[in-house]
Each structure stands twice: as structure tokens, then as C-alpha cells.
């Protein structure tokens, strides 16, 4: 990995734990670089954390999704966009991997990758780009003002970032969310564990005991 490449992941999930920092009203929050878990070990399993809200998007199909249409599926939801260097595509080729350990089970939850950079990330050019991963993977795109509406009702954290040659990047929150079917937020998903492991608890919502 580069230098820069290492200072660009550091600042991605330093703003993810600041994001649920702000959430939970933990204040000042230490995110330890290279050790993703201390983001979901800070996560107090028993603080009722309001996240999520009305949106109304569209797929790379042109379909209209919203929080309605979400209901009655476990969700897992993350938030990036298709320039993004490292943090983004890592994410969703472990989003594969527990896609393709769920088997059958992958069709009966909604799997969403939500652009934070619709400018760039149209329906056609977010179609494109999950060609490499795994077909059930849905992205989400649309108005900008929308899309900052859902940031703000997900507790997500996104701000774009000039770069030499009039180009831009984009900081954003690196979590993994974890709803119920009723669209309920029940954890982050911790995608640093194997496949299976992370599978875990979205088993554990299809099949409750």
C-alpha cells in the first residue's frame, strides 16, 4: 500500500468514527488506524441510535428505491462512490464474499451501495462499476440534495475534496449498516472478519430463534 493511499484510509475511517461519535454523543472519538473493529467496539449495544429516514433514489436500473420499499428485508447499506481508490472496492468485494457464503439466502435481503458522489455516479456509470461484484448489490444514486438528505438521516458523514489538476475526492463515512426488516438499525457490519463470521448476524436476523 502508499504512503498516500495509507493517510487517504486513515482519514476515511477517522470520519466514520467521528460519524458515530456524533451519533451515539461519545464526543472527542480515537480511531486507531489499520484496526477497523475499534470502530464497532465502540458501539454501546444497548444505546438506541435513530438511524435512518425517508429517501427516495434510483437503482443503476433507473428504478426508484426508498425506505419504504426496503421494508420487510434485512438491509446492509454502505455509502461510497466509484472513484474512490481503496476503501470502496475493498468494502464491496467483502460484501461479495458474505453475499456468496449467504448462498440462496443473498436474494432474501437487500445488499445497497449508495453514492455519495452523484455528480460523477450516474445509473449507467454505477452499473458499470458493480460489474465486479456480486449481482445482488444494488447502488443508489440521485439528486444531490437528496442524497445529502439520506446522509443525514443515516448519520453518514461525506464532504468532497478538491485535488490538484481541478479533480476531486470525496471523505465519507466507511461504515456498513446493518438493518432489520422493518428497518430498524441493529449494528454495523464488521466485514474484517472471514466471510462466514461476518455473515453471522445476517443469518441471525432471517432465522431468529
Known amino acids: 500500500m502508499t504512503t498516500s493511499h495509507s493517510k487517504r484510509r486513515f482519514r476515511l475511517y477517522a470520519a466514520a468514527g467521528l460519524a458515530v461519535a456524533a451519533a451515539l454523543g461519545l464526543g472527542a ?8 473493529s475499534a470502530l464497532f467496539n465502540a458501539l454501546n449495544p444497548k444505546t438506541e441510535i435513530k438511524i435512518g429516514g425517508p429517501f427516495s433514489l434510483i437503482d443503476q436500473n433507473g428504478d426508484t428505491v426508498t425506505d419504504q420499499t426496503l421494508l420487510g428485508k434485512p438491509t446492509v447499506m454502505f455509502f461510497g462512490f466509484t472513484h474512490c481508490p481503496e476503501v470502496c472496492p475493498t468494502t ?4 461479495s464474499l458474505v453475499l456468496e457464503k449467504l448462498g440462496a439466502d443473498a436474494g432474501r435481503i437487500n445488499t445497497l451501495f449508495v453514492s455519495v458522489d452523484p455528480e460523477r455516479d450516474t445509473r449507467e456509470a454505477l452499473a458499470d462499476y458493480l460489474g465486479s461484484f456480486d449481482t445482488h448489490i444494488r447502488a443508489l444514486t440521485g439528486p444531490l440534495g437528496e442524497v445529502q438528505r ?23 463515512t466507511a461504515l456498513v449498516y446493518l438493518f432489520d426488516a422493518k428497518g ?4 454495523p457490519l464488521n466485514l474484517k472478519q472471514e466471510p462466514e463470521a461476518a ?10 430463534s
Not at 199 to 208: D, E, S, T, Y
Request: glycine share 4%; proline share 8%; charged share 20%.
Open 92 to 95: 464491496l468485494y467483502e460484501m
Open 29 to 36: 472519538y480515537t480511531y486507531v488506524q489499520q484496526r477497523p
Open 199 to 208: 455473515a453471522a448476524p445476517i443469518r441471525q436476523l432471517l432465522n431468529p
Open 184 to 187: 430498524r438499525f441493529v449494528n
Open 150 to 172: 439520506m446522509a443525514r438521516a443515516y448519520r453518514v458523514y461525506f464532504r468532497k475534496v478538491p485535488m490538484e489538476g481541478g479533480d476531486y475526492s470525496v471523505d465519507h
